[in-house]
């Protein structure tokens, strides 16, 4: 039972726009979200994060978004850049437990 | 620069034999996951250990999955024995826990991962 779901396996973006990448969780207990990045051949890297009590956190080109009743977060990357090319995954922890990841997503920016 | 270092980074074996991985946390990171990326599930976490001492490991197969940390600079992960459907990457993970998360400052650092295929 996945308790954290990235619904698109991928997307494709045009270099300049925005990349909208969602998630969606199960668990009501979840109060901490996190989204890492990861390349090939390497391991995931932390990207941004957003407490529970928060529903919007920005930096620099990301932003992620907390809707607590729909149980969805969103991470937009504006502008978008070839470099973003990555998978992304989102995660979930309740206060002091494991990090649950999702299946991630694919990002391929297009120059 | 602090980093995971997990090793060996490939592994090919053929089923039924024992494999061993390895991970050296960072120092002073008193966490350690260990999770499997498949292209199914993503990344299922395995186990994971605080202080050295195992948390959950439910996401092993009990029957041939093990993982322990012998000292505070390493942990390792033993599949004995091997079958095909074990084939994917596995990456461990550390991190600096004090009381609860304090995400921000304090989050998971992976390692580059093990290549493991099992034939």
């Known amino acids: 039972d996945q308790q954290v779901k990235q619904n698109s396996p991928s997307l494709s973006v045009q270099e300049g726009r925005i990349s909208i990448l969602n998630c969606d969780y199960t668990n009501s207990m979840f109060d901490y979200f996190l989204w890492y990045k990861k390349y090939p051949a390497e391991g995931p890297t932390f990207l941004i994060s957003?407490?529970?009590?928060?529903d919007k956190n920005e930096d620099g080109r990301f932003t992620v978004f907390l809707n607590k009743s729909a149980k969805h977060l969103s991470l937009h990357i504006v502008p978008s850049q070839p470099g973003d090319s990555a998978v992304y995954f989102c995660a979930a922890s309740d206060t002091g437990n494991k990090l649950v990841f999702g299946a991630g997503t694919i990002l391929r920016v297009k120059s | 620069d602090a980093r995971v270092t997990q090793t060996p980074r490939h592994k090919v074996t053929e089923m039924g034999q024992e494999v061993t991985m390895r991970c050296q946390p960072i120092l002073g990171h008193n966490t350690v996951f260990w999770y499997r990326q498949t292209m199914m599930q993503g990344l299922e976490l395995l186990a994971y250990f605080r202080n050295r001492a195992p948390l959950d490991d439910s996401g092993m197969p009990k029957d041939r999955f093990s993982a322990e940390m012998p000292d505070a600079t390493l942990a390792t992960l033993k599949i004995q024995p091997s079958e095909p459907r074990d084939s994917a990457v596995y990456f461990c993970?550390?991190?600096?826990?004090?009381?609860?998360?304090?995400?921000?400052?304090?989050?998971?650092?992976f390692g580059a991962g093990s290549r493991l295929t099992v034939l």
């Open positions: 993970a550390s991190g600096l826990v004090i009381g609860q998360w304090v995400f921000g400052a304090n989050v998971l650092t």
């Open positions: 957003i407490s529970s009590i928060k």
